[in-house]
């Protein structure tokens, strides 16, 4: 078998230093590695010293593309097997996911038809952004592979998510990129994102939003869930391989990728779609089910009469939909809730388990992180103990739980669908 080839793009960043260990691994296991240096990326590690450990030409932005000759240079990234952006940085993915070509690495990355791994390092302020967010979920939906950093103290002095990835870590993905099956469409190895589809062949269901419960025909009974984090979850799920069932809330969020979304108003409408859902391999209850509805709800709108006097509103509990299916004989061999919690967190979370008669509760404080944001800090409590995880965006928390889920249905056969 002839070696494999990786065109190994070094963008700016103090972590630069590693992707110098990745060479040689690389190298070390038989891989022809070219490698191109960002401008930034010359500021961290030099020419000279990955053409040594590469034992080939090194690339560098000095080269514009503007002169015919180096036109050539766009045959680097065809002539790859692989092409791996370590470290990807904030900026070098934000040119990625909008498709800019104005050096050499973002031109050999938007003109390969080679799979793209990106190995990301940065702040992690830079990383929690929701622009990042956005643009990793973009390039994931393009097809290119992005690791999640590692965790820990930063060389800036900040903690939290954005360390670049050990270069043996990043060594694991390359390999395992490379030995992925070829696409039957394209020819190309298959990896990305389906390289790491640990939900392929599981369907998942998942509920988001609030549900609003009419009191007249113009007023309804609410409450502040945006739908945010239930809408990523459905999103990792799918990117994750899943078959994802997502029942909506009123909510304005366009349906992910690869989802099959059924949007409904109110709990009872919400109880049943659910039901006819059934049955999954794991359910994700993430909806801010409204707790009680209008007794009755009028047919006409409640007029003023001009006495002061202050309708009454009788209001009915509604259905606790997770507890029904915990109850059902379709109950999902995985049921997980959610809880928005003020205050003792845990503890209303654990109640919450036992009361509901789910696998996990996803609990957070929304007292921290208010409805309606951008980040979730969340304790998965389950009858194993409590998991406590970093502030994360909310995609990422969804992808995290993605991970855990697969972990947890790994041993267990598909549930067959009706
Ligand atoms: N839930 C549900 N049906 C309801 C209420 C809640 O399925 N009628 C689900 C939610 O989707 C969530 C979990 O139960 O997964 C916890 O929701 P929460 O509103 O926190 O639970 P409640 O039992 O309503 O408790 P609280 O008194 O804290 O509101």
Sequence with gaps: MPAPRILLIIGGGIAAYKSIELVRLLRKSGHVVRCVLTRAGEQFVTPLTLAALSENKVYTSLFDLKDEVEMGHIQLSREADLVVVAPATADLMAKMAAGIADDLATT???????????????????????????????????????????EGEM???????????????????????????????????????????????????????????PIDPVRYIANRSSGKQGFAIAAAAAEAGAEVLLIAGPVALPTPAGVIRVDVETAVEMEREVAAGLPVDAAIMVAAVADWRAADTRAQKIKKDGSGEVPPLALAENPDILANVAKSDRRPPLLIGFAAETNDVVAHAEAKLARKGCDWIVANDVAADPMGGETNRVHIVSNAGVESWDRLPKPAVARKLMEKIADALETRAPIEAD
Excluded at 126 to 147: E, K, Y
Excluded at 167 to 194: H, M, N, R, V, Y
């Design 108 to 150: 050999l990355l938007l003109a390969t038809d080679k799979p793209v791994l990106a190995a990301p390092a940065m702040n992690v302020r830079m990383w929690l952004h929701p622009a990042t967010q956005r643009n990793i979920a973009t390039l994931r939906g393009d097809g290119v592979s992005v690791m999640e950093p590692d």
């Design 155 to 213: 060389a800036c002095g900040e903690y939290g998510p954005g360390r670049l990835p050990e270069p043996e870590a990043i060594f694991a993905a390359i390999k395992a990129a490379l030995a992925s099956a070829p696409s039957p469409l394209t020819g190309q190895p298959d990896f990305a994102p389906a390289n790491h589809r640990p939900l392929h062949g599981r369907r998942i269901l998942v509920t988001a939003g609030p549900t609003h419960e």
